[in-house]
Each structure stands twice: as structure tokens, then as C-alpha cells.
């Protein structure tokens, strides 16, 4: 078997196995699709964006109801191609199948391998178990046993990355089902973050996000209480690190010596997402969310006086059970002294596990569709006038991949301001590539962008692009070995 892990090929044909991971969800299972990759890559695998791929993974989350549609809808299709191509293979992981676990192959008998949040690590073996025993395979693990970031990692972008804190979350908000199929919070050692993030850096990567369920608790596991404002003061010592982020603080455990380090550390970048859910209190407490609206406005605005140009964004929930038309107007009214640079809202849908789902008052669909509706009209509202704000700023852009892509009749790039916010710049004659940088002047605003029609009076060339144009101009990677970013074992000494 270990001859065939590291090099598995397609029956009856000798041709090395394409593989496709498909992501729903969050960040934390963007990190997760980069480390499934990292183990298909080094047991063998090639990577394919075609439909025709061998292996198809779908990495799923359990988050919205929508997400179970998807999956299903989804596998049903995949039905018919595993049926017309034999030795195809379909394997479901993530938050999903910690959750529904055998209900998978109750209503998809076809998938090959149903696989946990804590277990990512036994995939190539469980495919190859599939392969050769011709039955489905599902394996669940209660508890983390090995931290992901142990694992080798296919970085989806030369010149960004993640970088996981911490897993699971020690909180029991009554819509959220992450605690059960995440496990308790566990978190990494200073240390060892620190190294991955230099090795990154060494790479060519200049920014991180550093990731957690509630990223300001982390250090709480092993009684460091200001350990996360030590982590990002740490990150600011990194030679070549240029951007920090992070994702997502807790209101309840927000404390000042994080605006501190993040006011007084020159990498760590003037943006906050800090998930609100609700800004009625009453309706705070039936969520179990152990802070009340007054709280929370009071950390904004001590944000905004130690860094003045911070950009700051949230989550909303509309329609949790119980929630009555005073309650929404509180959110309402949160919402317009919050003045968000952007939101998430959600319309919320009972999640079965939670105690939302059998709370009594569940509020009818129309009603909040209604306030949902509201609700976007005055966050786009405020999106836009915030944006107009930033009119006539000088503000330095990295260039993106995927949303940056060359625009040849515009001639325009898109990047990240500092602060997060989406800005589609005139290149003019210059030619930057994912990862350089641009001083430029904001020129017009738009709801969700902004907008430097002055063009480039000069790009900054930087390592991160370097890393850009060989992942881009290299030869396409022989089995077994990463695109572009090299496949990395973190260890946890």
C-alpha cells in the first residue's frame, strides 16, 4: 500500500490521479482545502480544476441550511459522472460530515470516504482503503489529536497565507454549531506560530491572517491571558512581513492591550472584523453572546481613537427566534452609530443540534426577509458613505490574484488598501503583478469599492510578486510535489 500512496494512479491506465477540492465556508476550511491539497499532493495526487477530475473532495460547512442543499444537490450530480467513469472517487470532509457522519451515505451511497474536522491527516489512506476493500469508508475522531497546521499545506497564494492560532471555541452561542464539531479551543505555542510565519516569509509570503474561532482568547490554554497582543507585537519583528491581519475577535474578550499592540505594531494593518450578531441585548442574551450593545460600541470607539483611519466590519443576524420589531430596530440603531465599512448579514435558519432550533418564537420567513432587506439598504447605505470618505486618501495597494486579475480594455488592477478595502486601480503603462505594491489617491468611491483613476506613478516591486511570476512560470509540478509555494511540516516542538 505505501507504493501506492505515494504515487496513486488510475486503474488499468498507469496516468497519476487528478484531484479537485471543492470549499464551502469560512476561512478556517479555506486553511483546511490548502491542507487536504498539501496531503493529495504528497501522497501522489495532481492537481485539476476539471469537472473530470479522479478524486473530487468536497470540504463542506454546517454553518447556514443552505450548505446542506448544496452539498447534496451537488453529490447528486456527481452520481452520474462516478458511474460513467470507473475508479472515480468522491470523499466529504469538513464541519458537515463531523455532523451528519453516516446520514452521508445514507443519502449518497455512491461517496467513498466521509471524513472529520479532527482527522483531515487520514484521507490519502482512507481513499486508498476505498480503492482497494471497493467500500465506503467513514471515519470520525472526536477530538483533535494532532493540530492541523502539523500537516503539509498547498498555499493557494504565493505572496498571503493563514496561519491557524488556535482550533475549536470554548463558547456556547445558542445558533452556533462550530463548538460540537470544532471540539474545545486549542491553541498553538507562540513559538511555533512564529516559526511557521518565517518560513512563509522566507517564501516570499508578506501577508498573514492569522486565524482562530476567537482569535483574542487565544493564549487562554495555557494561562497567557495577553498572549494575543504578544503575538502580534511578535509578528511586528519579522523582517519582511508587511502586512498582519486577523480573524475573528470576540466582543466579550477584547481587551485594550490589543488595541495597544495593534495601534503601536507598523505591520499589523488598521482593519477590525468584530461579528456584532445582534445589537438588541435582549436578544444578545438568548444567543449566549456575553457582551451587550453598549459594550461593544464602547470597543469601537476605542479602536478608532488609538488608530483613526481603522475600517471595521461585523456579522449580523437577522430573525433569531423571539427577535421582536423593537429588537431589530436596536440592531438598526447599533448599525448607524457602528458605521461599518462593510457587514455580513444572514437571515437566520435553524441549524438542527443548536439550542436555537427548538427555542419557541421562531420568527416567520416573510417577516425577516422584510428586515433582512432593511437592513442591507442601510448597510450599503453607510458602506457607501464611508467609502466616500476615503476620497482624496493616499493609501498603498497590494495587488491581488483573483480579484486583481488585469483588466486590458481598463487598464486596471485590483488590490487591498491596508484597511481591507477593495480598490480598482488605472495601471496605465505598468505592469504589476499579484503581491506588488502602489502608492496611489483615491479618486471615486463606489458601495463595495473604491477607485485610483489617477494611475501609477510607481510600483513597488516586492518579493511576494517574485513568488507570484515562478509559481506562474514554472513548468507544471510533477506528482508528489506543491505548486508553487513549497508543501510545509510544521512541527510542534
Not at 444537490?73 to 452520474?80: E, K, R, T, V, Y
Not at 455532523?99 to 472529520?116: E, H, M, Q, S, Y
Not at 456584532?276 to 436578544?283: C, H, M, T, V
Not at 486579475?405 to 477593495?422: E, F, H, I, V, Y
Request: proline share 5%; net charge negative; with cysteine.
Amino acid at each position: 500500500m505505501s507504493n501506492l500512496l505515494t504515487s496513486p494512479t488510475t486503474p488499468a491506465t498507469g496516468v497519476e490521479r487528478s484531484y479537485r477540492v471543492v470549499t464551502y465556508g469560512c476561512q478556517m476550511n479555506v486553511h483546511d482545502s490548502e491542507r487536504i491539497s498539501g496531503l493529495l499532493e504528497e501522497a501522489g495526487y495532481v492537481r485539476s480544476d476539471a469537472d473530470e477530475a479522479d478524486l473530487v473532495v468536497f470540504n463542506t460547512c454546517a454553518v447556514r441550511e443552505n450548505a446542506d442543499n448544496r452539498l447534496y444537490g451537488n453529490l447528486g450530480h456527481m452520481a452520474a459522472a462516478k458511474s460513467a467513469r470507473p475508479g472515480m472517487q468522491l470523499a466529504v470532509g469538513g464541519c458537515m460530515a463531523q455532523k451528519d457522519r453516516d446520514t452521508i451515505l445514507a443519502k449518497a451511497p455512491w461517496v467513498d470516504v466521509v471524513f472529520g474536522t479532527h482527522n483531515v491527516g487520514s484521507l490519502p489512506v482512507l481513499l486508498e482503503r476505498a480503492r482497494i476493500e471497493q467500500e465506503s469508508q467513514v471515519e470520525i475522531v472526536e477530538a483533535l489529536q494532532t493540530f492541523p497546521s502539523n500537516l503539509p499545506t498547498r498555499r493557494e497564494s504565493p505572496y498571503a497565507a493563514w496561519v491557524s492560532i488556535s482550533v475549536g471555541c470554548n463558547n456556547t452561542c445558542t445558533f452556533c454549531i462550530v463548538p460540537a464539531l470544532r471540539g474545545k479551543e486549542a491553541d498553538r505555542r507562540p513559538g511555533d506560530i512564529l516559526r511557521e510565519i518565517e518560513a512563509l516569509v522566507g517564501g516570499g509570503v508578506q501577508e498573514i491572517t492569522l486565524l482562530g474561532q476567537n482569535v483574542n482568547s487565544y493564549g487562554v490554554e495555557f494561562g497567557d491571558r495577553g498572549a494575543f497582543a504578544k503575538l502580534l507585537r511578535a509578528c511586528g519583528g519579522i523582517d519582511g512581513l508587511e502586512r498582519v491581519r486577523f480573524t475573528s475577535p470576540h466582543p466579550a474578550a477584547f481587551t485594550d492591550d490589543v488595541i495597544e499592540a495593534m495601534a503601536e505594531t507598523d505591520n499589523v494593518m488598521p482593519q477590525l472584523h468584530m461579528p456584532l450578531q445582534s445589537g438588541s441585548d435582549r436578544i444578545l442574551k438568548a444567543m449566549r453572546r456575553s457582551y451587550r450593545s453598549e459594550k461593544y460600541l464602547g470597543i469601537l470607539d476605542r479602536v478608532r481613537a488609538a488608530i483613526p483611519h481603522a475600517a471595521i466590519s461585523t456579522d449580523i443576524i437577522v430573525g433569531f427566534p423571539g427577535e421582536t420589531e423593537q429588537d431589530f430596530e436596536d440592531t438598526l440603531r447599533v448599525v448607524e452609530q457602528a458605521r461599518f465599512a462593510s457587514a455580513f448579514t444572514f437571515q437566520y435558519s435553524i441549524r438542527p443540534g443548536t439550542p436555537a432550533a427548538t427555542m419557541p418564537d421562531q420568527v416567520d420567513k416573510a417577516l425577516v426577509t422584510g428586515r433582512y432587506d432593511r437592513l442591507i439598504e442601510l448597510v450599503n447605505d453607510i458602506t457607501y458613505q464611508e467609502n466616500q470618505a476615503q476620497v482624496g486618501r493616499t493609501v498603498e495597494v497590494m495587488f491581488a490574484d483573483g480579484e486583481g486579475r488585469k483588466d486590458a480594455a481598463t487598464q486596471r488592477m485590483s488590490g487591498r488598501a491596508p484597511d481591507n478595502r477593495l480598490v480598482h486601480v488605472n495601471i496605465g503603462e505598468h505592469q504589476p503583478r499579484p503581491g506588488d505594491m502602489a502608492m496611489v489617491e483615491i479618486t471615486r468611491a463606489a458601495p463595495h469599492h473604491l477607485i485610483a483613476d489617477g494611475g501609477l506613478a510607481q510600483v513597488r516591486r516586492t518579493r511576494g510578486g517574485d513568488a507570484w511570476q515562478l509559481r506562474h512560470e514554472a513548468p507544471p509540478a510533477s506528482a508528489g510535489v506543491s505548486l508553487g509555494m513549497p508543501t510545509l511540516r510544521r512541527s510542534e516542538a
